[in-house]
């Protein structure tokens, strides 16, 4: 299976962290990506982690790997305005060359 | 470089037209993907070529849809006699064969509406 879930929104003040949520099925996943799309934009890649790591931090990204439970998670530490936009999670399997992608999470800072 | 660059950005047309979408690629880049992305939805794989050679297809690219890549740089995306159910925004990425697996790089997609 390769369904990929997050939740749809999140809403969080400038200034505090926003954690964003994604649970995967398929435990043959090889990458987990994180992307960002603002409105009327492409996807633009955030980071990545390798399926043998648990943590991947990268300037005010935290990435979090549960492989047991099949759960990835964003941290977002001292969220802008200009991180507003959607999050997808998306999952490559076996040679990569097809990506999985969830249904995005809306994320909202209130200033 | 300019990046995945799509046209045309925005598409209109009636209920049993024929549409082409372009795509040029990042010029380095030999991999070249096409993903449909409906409203509240992830983008959904399509087709993916390797330099001129269309390697996989998706269920969802029906007999109506068709995708070229003919000297292995830009793409173009064919929907014959369209339904009002192919509204959606078709995105195009390129990698290449190095760094396929950290991500592609995504243009910002042809939207297209089907009246």
């Known amino acids: 299976g390769e369904d990929v879930e997050q939740s749809l929104f999140l809403s969080v003040r400038e200034g505090d962290s926003s954690v964003i949520n994604c649970t995967y099925t398929d435990s043959s996943s090889t990458y987990l990506y994180w992307y960002k799309q603002e409105p009327g934009a492409g996807l633009q890649l955030l980071t990545y982690?390798?399926?043998?790591?648990d943590m991947k931090q990268d300037q005010r990204l935290t990435v979090l790997l549960n492989k047991k439970d099949k759960h990835l998670s964003l941290r977002i530490a001292d969220t802008q305005t200009g991180d507003s936009a959607i999050y997808f999670c998306a999952e490559s399997i076996g040679t990569g060359n097809q990506f999985y992608f969830g249904t995005g999470t809306s994320l909202t800072v209130i200033p | 470089d300019t990046g995945v660059s799509q046209n045309p950005r925005h598409k209109i047309t009636k209920r049993g037209q024929n549409v082409t979408f372009r795509c040029d690629p990042i010029s380095e880049h030999n991999r070249l993907y096409w993903y449909r992305q409906t409203l509240g939805q992830g983008p959904e794989f399509l087709t993916y070529f390797q330099n001129e050679a269309q390697l996989e297809k998706s269920r969802l690219l029906s007999d109506r849809f068709s995708a070229e890549r003919p000297k292995g740089s830009f793409s173009t995306l064919e929907i014959q006699r369209t339904e009002q159910g192919d509204s959606a925004m078709y995105l195009c990425?390129?990698?290449?064969?190095?760094?396929?697996?950290?991500?592609?790089?995504f243009g910002s997609g042809t939207r297209l509406t089907v009246v």
């Open positions: 990425a390129s990698s290449s064969a190095g760094t396929g697996t950290f991500g592609y790089t």
């Open positions: 982690i390798f399926s043998n790591m």
